[in-house]
């Protein structure tokens, strides 16, 4: 049985992810003249936002889904602390299979996709 504090992880993490993406383009338009090394922050932050919204659709399909390694559950449930403490979600390489197994949906410029995805990491 999943804890109901996972149940909305998906919409969280696109949430999130939407916004990080929202912040690198506010940095990208508002402060890119007055802040040294802006532009070069922008990359991984938007990279960070790209992984994020990506796991957040194959967490539609199955919050668990979206990770390589689970914690033991405690009284039968799994639940968000244990998952952050202890979880693992899958690496940015993994993402594009995976979406493509789970939801059916490809990523057309795969390769473009991963380099990007290590700005990330």
């Not at 922050?41 to 992984?51: H, I, N, R, S, T």
Request: hydrophobic share 45%; with cysteine.
């Amino acid at each position: 049985m999943i804890h109901p504090d996972i149940a909305n992880i998906a919409e969280n993490m696109r949430e999130f992810g939407l916004s990080i993406l929202g912040k690198a383009v506010c940095e990208a338009i508002c402060t890119m003249p007055r802040r040294p090394y802006a532009q070069a922050l922008l990359v991984p932050l938007a990279a960070q936002a790209a992984e994020i919204i990506v796991k957040a659709r194959i967490a539609e399909e199955h919050p668990l889904l979206i990770f390589e390694s689970l914690p033991k559950p405690t009284p039968n449930l799994l639940d968000l602390k244990g998952l952050f403490e202890h979880g693992q979600t899958i690496q940015c390489k993994e993402l594009a299979k995976i979406l493509w197994a789970t939801t059916g949906c490809e990523i057309k410029k795969v390769n473009e996709f991963l380099e990007f995805g290590n700005y990330a990491t």
